[in-house]
């Protein structure tokens, strides 16, 4: 199959919808299938086959992150020229829309996958960070609304949405979405996990061979909520002196949770590492104890699924798509957002060595079934079907919602 990918963020960016797109296109292009992806420029973006770059602007709320402009004279005919037989987006803004409006144009499928709850980031929109509470909350509430507008209407006008577990499908449903749906993970390639050196940590960060890890991979962000996080391990490092906590990520909260972590008289404890290369991160999994997660906004939570393949142990909130990534009690714990809980089933793993092997094990067999090579073939069988559907005329979009309502 040939198909067309339009993202709002790929690479060099690096996000969980980066990761998704990244493992696919590779999974895909290995089975024999062309990919083509439209995305962002970024600073110092080298030129890559089958990737077509749009002129881009800095985010205002966010510089890491660039906002195509989605125009572009040689797209109609490199389109035209590609003969794709579906179209994938993975937002419903910018180029997710221009996607939408290529996949109408040239009568193909057109897929997209829910990777994200939009009304959970609206603080990344410029009113809603206004120094005024007043302001920022309404901009926030009226965000927040918008957001789940947008999202229904654009899953609407698409032929199959993509949810990545079921709480996010069903949460969609819930919200009024009409459109065939179905439930594809985003897989890893479980067995790059077992390769860690675990060592790592020791050699290049203030770890001792005895120290108790706690590790978090993600993105600084507000969204990831890692306050309750620092929070939580202040009352870990009261009751067990020899444990540290690894922060592996970067993003616009970065320097403020460091002056957190001083302020809780943590001090060399806490270990912020910044943005660490894929082998790096593998690194830290293989030399830590116990992954820890405090999100309340994943649609699924990848590096959960990491940590598991690495053979560890997690302990996350209970909140959408993480919901379906920890079995609790059985390779890990779900907490409610409550820190005295959360640092409590911690606490349980580190003092009991039995328990936190045989869980770990759990978690690296569990792991298993959100292989790369599985989730791929779940994602070719929706593709296949939803073309022969079209094919065969089962699936329509109706003309009128086309015109009226489609992407401009």
């Not at 339009?6 to 296109?25: A, C, E, K, M, W």
């Not at 205002?60 to 179209?87: E, G, H, M, Y």
């Not at 690296?364 to 069988?381: G, I, V, Y």
């Not at 073309?387 to 329509?396: F, I, L, M, N, S």
């Amino acid at each position: 199959m040939r198909i067309g990918v339009f993202t709002d963020s790929y690479l060099p960016y690096t996000s969980g919808v980066v990761r998704s797109i990244q493992t696919f296109n590779e999974e895909l292009t290995r089975l024999g299938h062309e990919v083509y992806i439209f995305a962002p420029s970024y600073k110092n973006c080298s030129s890559e086959s089958r990737v077509f770059r749009f002129a881009s602007i800095p985010s205002p709320t966010n510089p890491d992150f660039t906002l195509a402009l989605p125009f572009s004279l040689k797209l109609r005919p490199t389109i035209k020229q590609l003969n794709l037989d579906l179209i994938h987006v993975h937002s419903p803004f910018l180029l997710g829309r221009l996607g939408a409006r290529y996949a109408r144009k040239i009568d193909v499928p057109l897929v997209f996958t829910y990777h994200t709850l939009y009304e959970q980031y609206v603080h990344y929109v410029p009113f809603a960070q206004s120094g005024s509470k007043d302001i920022a909350q309404i901009a926030q509430s009226v965000s927040k609304d918008l957001a789940q507008k947008v999202s229904r209407d654009f899953c609407n006008l698409c032929d199959l949405v993509i949810a990545p577990t079921g709480i996010v499908a069903n949460y969609l449903l819930e919200i009024g979405v009409k459109t065939d749906l179905k439930v594809v993970p985003t897989g890893i390639k479980t067995a790059e996990y077992k390769k860690g050196e675990r060592e790592w940590l020791q050699k290049h960060y203030s770890v001792s061979a005895g120290d108790k890890v706690l590790l978090f991979v993600g993105r600084l962000g507000q969204e990831k909520n890692i306050p309750f996080l620092l929070e939580s391990f202040k009352i870990i490092k009261n009751n067990v002196k020899n444990s540290v906590l690894v922060i592996v990520g970067g993003g616009p909260e970065e320097e403020e949770l460091k002056n957190m972590a001083v302020d809780l008289d943590l001090g060399d404890s806490v270990i912020f590492t910044g943005t660490l290369t894929p082998q790096d991160v593998i690194n830290c999994y293989a030399g830590s104890s116990l992954f820890v997660f405090s999100s309340v906004t994943e649609t699924q939570g990848i590096v959960i699924a990491e940590a598991k393949a690495a053979g560890l142990p997690v302990v996350a909130v209970r909140a959408y798509g993480v919901s379906e990534m920890v079995e609790d009690g059985v390779d890990g714990y779900l907490t409610d957002l409550a820190a005295e809980q959360f640092a409590d089933k911690i606490i349980t793993l580190l003092n009991n060595e039995q328990l936190r092997l045989e869980m770990g094990k759990k978690a690296e067999k569990n792991a298993e079934r959100l292989d790369s090579a599985n989730c791929t073939s779940m994602l070719l069988k929706c593709y296949r079907s939803l073309k022969d559907d079209c094919e065969a005329g089962h699936v329509k979009i109706d003309e009128s919602k086309r015109s009226s309502q489609g992407p401009k």
